[in-house]
């Protein structure tokens, strides 16, 4: 059953281009189209499912249902609102940068698009298969910074440049744990390439040995994750992520109710939409990226795959909703802090703990190493960030609170 | 860092509890479904005022006064009230128009609070929208007055309160008309002699119309 | 390829004819970062993917952010009307680049004979072999190199730091009320 759908849907771009053998020009356009048209499509529904999926968690997370009204379970909702977008004015600030204004959406859409050709989605289904993949991802994913600058700058408003200022500032630093926690990953695996980073996440000798169990386990138990400074660098990883994709608790530039929506104040009707889906979806390539350096990728019992990759995506953005449920912003100091004095120190701690994790590892095995990795460089990591908390303490904070006005 | 994930952990278990618990506790889901369930309403549910009468005839029953105290009282000036005249043109003690503007009322019950005639009570109907945006907003006298059995359902316990109130009421005027007509008989019977001394009861004669007949 | 590469020169061309000619400061950012990313095409066209990305990852994600962060704290964009977009002396630095142009670009071009060099067949370059070629001789100034600037990081970090920490101890007297997180 292994890699079943992959292949079939691999298969089935096959049957299809073969229709076009005839035409050699027209079968390299219909080519492309398969690689492209039905990523960008399925990213787009996706987009739509967690709209509802946001909604919905959301709404139980705070006991009330969520929609309802609009298809059974409200499912047909995002359908509304899309109608609802696409019949808004559009309304452009007289005074604001037309161009740049029109080019913002564009500008985001474009990078978040391209950064989900670079996901390995299963096994032969990947859009864009370079061999520096991951880094292609990260420099792609860098220029939703610009777009975010452009509609926060041409908008003319003060929000809205308040919410590009505050967008640039923490991408750029925030991009910095992200990439050093992913290090430690390409480090480890001996690539850039995805799919080679994707298959050092099984344990090999386990996989083609055609013993069940081992065959079940050696598909999960190889995961980043599941290694001690694999299991950091995905929480480094994840927080960063958090930030890059400018979700909560992160979401300073779009902070409603402190300066209405940043960015994005100035924006309506469909531009608005497609500015919403561009963020959706560089932060569904974030998780995919997150997905593919810690959570083993497409590897999966029984359906490897695709299935197992839609599932990984899912519930990490699940995480994310929760997440938004749960904490309340973050102050503009309180974020940069986090990034540069603590993110950053413990990510490149880090990245010496796998370097050191690897020596032991073909030294002495992967048991003594997962021994030694999880107990004294993990106590390592948490002794760090303890000290450093205590160090970012203010004095005020690490002295005694006295409450004058409580008796 | 510990201490940090901690707090983050049990957050994030608070809100999970909320969003499971809310597909099998009732408590934990407490939106009404609005236009196929409708919210339950307690007898001190409060929307919009009424007007009540006595009796079977809604304009002779009427409780109302036209004293305007409502109409002063109303923060955001929504009620209208424009005194009554016979064919004579002498006024009677009962508005002619009374209008309540529901697009602007904020149901704050001053009005309840300080009409002396009790008169004005709040009502817990809700479904108050209309197709037309200006009159049909605008409630005027015929649909502001409902019958005091109307009240009784509505909140049994308040409409005896106030009937009791109202009964007391007329009691006293009655005990003090009584009184008074006995003092007037009394000094009528002392000074039999200056028949200007009679012309002083109409004052009594006409008190009776202002506490409400008594039903 | 041919047609691509036309058009991405050309693209890169106009970019960088723009920044220096447009007036808005902030557009002329934009252009500059327009003639980087043609060049990253440019650099995907000679299979140089790595290249690519990290042109793309360190001018436009960095260096044109950065310059767009400086000219965001501006606010006239549009600088000076009445000062013309050339400078007095444009016409000698015209001809310093022409020189150099010529100085450089001429003999590389005289030396291919004006025809593409065919392409190797075993030609396959990767991320590996890059990393080979940069890492084995060179290892020791690379990982010198790579200290340094983190070296650095840390130290723009550390001093961030301290200095916050020695205001505050300056000006929160002893005995003030304790309020959580100021
Ligand atoms: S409830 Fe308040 S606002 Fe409404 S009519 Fe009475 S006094 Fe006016
Ligand atoms: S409702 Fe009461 S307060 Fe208002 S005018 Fe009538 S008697 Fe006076």
């Not at chain 3, 693209?11 to 557009?27: P, Q």
């Not at chain 3, 980087?36 to 095409?41: I, K, R, T, V």
């Amino acid at each position: 059953m292994n890699n079943f759908f992959d292949l079939k849907l691999v298969e089935l771009g096959r049957w299809i281009e073969a229709f076009f053998a005839d035409f050699p020009s027209l079968k390299l356009v219909v080519h492309l189209l398969l690689c492209t048209l039905p990523l960008a499509l399925s990213f787009m529904g996706a987009f739509a499912f967690t709209t509802w999926l946001e909604r919905k968690g959301l709404a139980r997370i705070q006991n009330r249902p969520g929609p309802n009204r609009v298809g059974i379970f409200g499912l047909l909702q995002p359908i509304a609102d899309g109608i609802k977008m696409l019949i808004k004015e559009d309304i452009v600030p007289e005074r604001s940068d037309k161009l740049f204004h029109f080019l913002a959406p564009i500008m985001l859409m474009i990078p978040a698009l391209i950064g989900v050709g670079f996901l390995p989605l299963g096994d032969g289904l990947h859009a864009l298969p370079l061999d520096s993949a991951i880094i292609f991802f990260f420099a792609i994913s860098s220029l939703n910074t610009i777009a975010v600058f452009m509609a926060g700058w041409s908008s003319r408003n003060k929000y809205s440049l308040l919410g590009g200022m505050r967008a640039v500032a923490q991408m750029i630093s925030y991009e910095i744990p992200l990439v050093l926690s992913a290090v430690a990953v390409i480090m480890i695996a001996g690539s850039l390439n995805a799919q080679e980073v994707v298959a050092s996440q099984q344990i090999s000798s386990w996989v083609g040995s055609g013993n069940i169990l081992q065959e079940f386990f050696g598909r999960i138990l190889g995961w980043n994750v599941f290694k001690p400074w694999g299991f950091a660098g995905f929480i480094f990883f994840f927080v960063a992520a958090l930030a890059e994709a400018n979700r909560s608790p992160f979401d300073l530039p779009e902070a409603d109710s402190e300066i209405i929506a940043g960015h994005l104040t100035e924006y309506s009707g469909f531009k608005y939409a497609i500015f919403f889906m561009g963020e959706y979806i560089s932060a569904f390539a974030i998780a995919g990226i997150g997905v593919t350096l810690f959570l083993g990728g497409w590897n999966g019992p029984v359906f490897s795959g695709l299935p197992w990759f839609v599932l990984k995506l899912f519930s990490l953005f699940a995480v994310m909703i929760w997440i938004r449920g749960t904490l309340p912003r973050l102050r503009v100091d309180q974020l940069m802090g986090y990034a540069w004095k603590f993110l950053f120190p413990l990510a490149i701690l880090n990245i010496f703990l796998a370097g050191f994790y690897h020596f032991i590892e073909r030294q002495w095995g992967t048991a003594i190493a997962m021994l030694a990795g999880w107990i004294l460089g993990f106590g390592a990591l948490q002794l760090a960030a303890t000290a450093l908390s205590r160090l970012n303490q203010s004095p005020i904070m690490r002295s005694k609170r006295v409450y004058q006005l409580v008796e | 860092m510990s201490l940090l994930a901690k707090g983050i952990l049990k957050g994030m278990a608070v809100t999970a509890k909320n969003f499971f618990q809310s597909y099998y506790r009732k408590e934990r889901l407490p939106t009404v479904q609005y236009p196929e369930e409708k919210s339950t309403i307690t007898p001190f549910t409060r929307n919009f005022p009424f007007l009540l009468y006595d009796g079977d005839d809604a304009v002779d029953g009427m409780r109302c006064t036209a004293c305007t105290l409502c109409e002063r009282a109303c923060p955001p000036q929504c009620i209208y009230i424009i005194k009554d005249k016979d064919e004579k043109g002498k006024p009677i003690l009962r508005p002619r128009i009374f209008d309540i503007d529901t697009s602007v009322c904020m149901s704050c019950q001053l009005c309840v609070e300080v009409c002396p005639y009790e008169a004005i009570r709040m009502d817990s109907a809700f479904e108050l929208s209309n197709e037309n945006r200006f009159e049909g907003l605008l409630i005027n006298r015929g649909d502001l007055l409902k019958s005091n059995d109307y009240y009784h359902a509505l909140n049994p316990v308040e409409a005896r309160e106030t009937d009791d109130r109202i009964a007391a009421k007329n009691a006293l005027a009655e005990a003090k008309k009584k009184a008074r007509q006995k003092k007037t008989r009394l000094a009528a019977a002392k000074a039999k002699r200056p028949p200007s001394r009679l012309k002083k009861s109409p004052p009594a004669r006409e008190k009776p119309p202002q506490p409400e007949k008594s039903e | 390829m041919n047609i691509a590469f036309y058009l991405l020169a050309l693209v890169a061309v106009l970019g960088a004819g723009l920044a220096i000619t447009l007036r808005n400061v902030v557009h002329a950012v934009f252009s500059v970062l327009l003639f980087f990313s043609a060049l990253a095409g440019l650099f995907l066209l000679m299979l140089a993917e790595f290249i690519a990305a990290v042109q793309v990852l360190v001018y436009i994600g960095s260096v044109g952010i950065l310059m767009l962060f400086a000219i965001m704290l501006t606010t006239n964009v549009m600088g000076d009307p009445n000062r013309p977009v050339r400078s007095r002396g444009w016409v000698w630095g015209g001809l310093a680049v022409i020189a150099l142009l010529a100085g450089v670009l001429l003999p590389l071009i005289s030396r291919t004979g004006g025809q593409t060099p065919t392409p190797l067949s075993d030609f396959n370059p990767s991320v590996k072999q890059l990393g080979m070629v940069l890492m084995d001789p060179y290892f020791a100034s690379v990982g010198v190199i790579a200290l340094l600037l983190t070296a650095g990081l840390i130290g723009a970090v550390v001093a961030a730091t301290g200095a916050s920490e020695a205001d505050q101890k300056k000006t929160v007297p002893a005995n003030r009320p304790n309020y959580p997180n100021t």
